[in-house]
């Protein structure tokens, strides 16, 4: 098989796979390309900010399927609330300041689709120091948020482009290697 065909493969597989599938295959793709790779393959590259993230420059349809800033917030609620009911997700949530976070992940979903907003929070490395996250942590918290994109009626493909720009964040997250 041919790189342009497994990548085709992939690709399609990634855009219709449910949310299990879709976190090992975002895996795989970083495992093989890196999360730079990724990243490029889904959008333009971004420019880097004095923030924690940077802007991803994405058309104007992708922040409005996740209905604008304001369904940004819905989703990020949405989020922390799924993130603190999931086992495997719920013991590092527990201390949380639930709307702190919802606000905190609104605003950075809001910037890396390029929506104006500014994320004020810690970078990932520093948020996630002293924390003990695995890869099969950081993969259950991918499922979560594709389980409150699904609920919102996200179309795949504008939750895919969201997880590409939020994929390079992984190394910092992930704290055991």
Not at 127 to 139: L, V
């Amino acid at each position: 098989m041919n790189a342009a065909m497994t990548a085709h493969t992939l690709r399609t597989a990634f855009f219709k796979a449910p949310a299990t599938l879709t976190a090992t295959l975002l895996g795989a793709w970083l495992t093989l390309h890196g999360p730079a790779a990724h990243a490029q393959a889904a959008m333009p590259a971004a420019a880097p900010t004095s923030t924690a993230t940077t802007t991803a420059p994405l058309d104007s349809s992708t922040f409005a399927a996740f209905g604008a800033r304001a369904g940004l917030g819905e989703l990020g609620t949405d989020f922390v609330a799924r993130l603190q009911r999931d086992p495997r997700t719920a013991p590092f949530f527990e201390k949380t300041n639930a709307p702190e976070l919802a606000t905190k992940l609104a605003d950075q979903f809001c910037q890396v689709l390029g929506g104006g907003c500014a994320y004020k929070g810690a970078d990932m490395k520093t948020a996630h120091r002293d924390m003990d996250i695995r890869k099969q942590d950081f993969n259950a918290l991918v499922e979560v948020l594709q389980q409150s994109m699904d609920a919102r009626g996200i179309p795949f493909t504008a939750q895919n482009r969201l997880l590409a720009a939020l994929a390079p964040m992984h190394r910092d997250s992930i704290t055991v290697r």
